[in-house]
């Protein structure tokens, strides 16, 4: 049996609590172009797509049933280095877009001149794994912010290009 043809990401789907709240923030603020609207069977809900670059769409369905988030289970309960991330296992820990690196200062200041709580992280090889600057082992910067579901979101950039010196650490379970 062959390797599959990945070409990226089709769609990630989320579920979100107000879909014209979703509309607001991810077409108004972040400026994602709304791409299809489905009107789902006997009454269940919605699902809708936003272009997210790149040919990658983000989706979200809103489902008239859906049961509530769950802070620290569903989603992260914090901001990246505000507290805790962790969320339960088969859950979506955040998503990750990407954007020039050049943009990131102007970027942060756009999500905050809309109101939104924001991190900004260099993530790198140190001990803490987070650095306050721009250093030769960083490899990605983030700015983290939260959706109005507190679905933790990421504009990221890569700061160097990765290797195989960069795929360094054993994989771990419980039994460890």
């Known amino acids: 049996m062959g390797n599959f043809e990945f070409r990226g990401i089709n769609h990630l789907a989320l579920v ?7 509309i607001t923030f991810y077409r108004d603020i972040l400026g994602m172009p709304l791409t299809k609207t489905v009107t789902l069977p006997s009454g269940h809900g919605q699902h809708f797509f936003f272009d ?14 859906a049961p509530e988030s769950q802070p620290g289970v569903t989603t992260a309960k914090n901001l990246v280095t505000k507290g805790d991330i962790t969320t339960a296992h088969g859950s979506m820990n955040h998503v990750a ?13 756009r999500l905050k001149q809309a109101g939104l709580e ?5 993530h790198d090889d140190s001990e803490q794994g987070i650095g306050q600057e721009l250093n030769k082992s960083t490899f990605i910067r983030s700015i983290y912010f939260k959706d109005p579901d507190g679905i933790l979101l990421e504009l990221a ?3 160097r290009e ?9 994989p771990m379970n419980l039994e460890d």
């Open 97 to 109: 877009f990407d954007v020039p690196l050049e943009r990131m200062d102007d970027y942060k200041q």
């Open 157 to 159: 950039s890569w700061t």
């Open 162 to 170: 990765l290797t195989l010196e960069d795929v360094n650490v054993e």
């Open 118 to 122: 924001c991190t900004d992280v260099y």
């Open 16 to 22: 979100c609590r107000d879909m014209k709240k979703t």
């Open 52 to 65: 997210c670059g790149g040919g990658d769409q983000l989706a979200f369905f809103w489902f008239s049933d």
